[in-house]
Nanobody, 114 residues
Framework: QVQLVESGGGLVQPGGSLRLSCAAS????????MGWYRQAPGKQRELVAV???????NYADSVKERFTISRDNAKSTVHLQMNSLKFEDTAVYYC????????WGQGTQVTVSS
């Protein structure tokens, strides 16, 4: 099967930055899209950013101009650079591989607090 290992979450002050990483391993094949979702307490899970196998990107309006999604040359790892973080960015962030079936990471907590 496929395993997704996330890293980079933590506590940061408003206006600060974090870089999330997600490495995929296992039986996955093809140049699938990968993305990041987030879920805050009491709210629905929402798409943050997605990147296709060819490198096309899309972002939620709330994070445009602040977040950047990227992937490495092997397309097995996806990153999310988060700048100018706000209180409302606090959530559990989930990595996902989007294909015939979806594979999800375990989630990593991002907390923006003064």
């Amino acid at each position: 099967q496929v395993q997704l290992v996330e890293s980079g979450g933590g506590l940061v002050q408003p206006g600060g930055s974090l870089r999330l990483s997600c490495a995929a391993s296992g039986s996955i094949r093809g140049r699938y899209s990968m993305g990041w979702y987030r879920q805050a307490p009491g709210k629905q899970r929402e798409l943050v950013a997605v990147i296709t196998g060819g490198g096309y990107t899309n972002y939620a309006d709330s994070v445009k101009e602040r977040f950047t999604i990227s992937r490495d040359n092997a397309k097995s790892t996806v990153h999310l650079q988060m700048n100018s973080l706000k209180f409302e960015d606090t959530a559990v962030y989930y990595c996902v591989v989007i294909g015939p079936r979806n594979y999800w990471g375990q989630g990593t907590q991002v907390t923006v607090s003064s």
